[in-house]
């Protein structure tokens, strides 16, 4: 009879030995990240390309034209958010006199346009709005302000909470404060 000695391991299957689970422990992960990765990147939506350039370049040039015509009218725009009140509140003016007319404040977020937000605003007489915005989120912001005709437009970068306030300027920089 052959009786098993102290100093030679029972040797049994490869799968009841922990080191074979540990070495395929990397490649199981890399396997099952990739597998990750390939469904979030085909779920994935690239939101900055674009189907037709030229329609782009046209529109860029309209722009432009917009973005003279506030020059010409030298208009301005100074606003500030309250996010306990959840408003937004400022005044527009044009060359230093109040612009009653209605008009557009788009806030497009920086990486997901599913966040963009279009805020219809009606000033008073002297110039001075306030227009409900829920909670913005911390990032950087892109406002675009029209005319309610959309013959002038406005522009600037914001990034909230770190500028409390905004103003824009027909050509010179966006100030925030």
Same mark, same amino acid.
């Given at each position: 009879? *052959? ?52 329609? *782009?370049?046209?529109?860029?040039? *309209? ?70 915005? !829920? ?6 912001? *892109? ?17 909230? !909470? ?16």
């Amino acid at each position: 009879m *052959q009786t098993a000695s102290p100093l030679t391991p029972s040797i049994g299957p490869w799968y009841k030995h922990r080191w074979p689970w540990l070495l395929m422990l990397g490649p199981a992960l890399v396997v099952v990240g990739g597998v990750n990765l390939g469904f979030v990147a085909w779920r994935g939506q690239d939101a900055m390309v674009v189907d037709d350039y030229y329609k *782009q370049g046209k529109a860029i040039n *309209q722009d432009l034209r917009r973005d003279r015509v506030a020059s010409a009218m030298r208009l301005s725009l100074t606003a500030a958010y309250d996010p306990a009140a959840e408003r937004l509140a400022g005044t527009l003016s044009s060359g230093g006199q109040a612009l009653a007319a209605p008009f557009s404040i788009y806030l497009a977020h920086a990486t997901q346009p599913q966040k963009d937000r279009k805020l219809d605003v009606i000033p008073d007489a002297a110039g001075h709005f306030s227009v409900a915005l !829920p909670l913005l989120e911390r990032a950087r912001w *892109q406002v675009v302000v029209e005319g309610g005709k959309r013959d002038w437009r406005l522009a600037a970068t914001w990034h909230w !909470p770190r500028q409390q306030a905004l103003a824009i300027d027909a050509d010179a920089p966006a100030v925030a404060h």
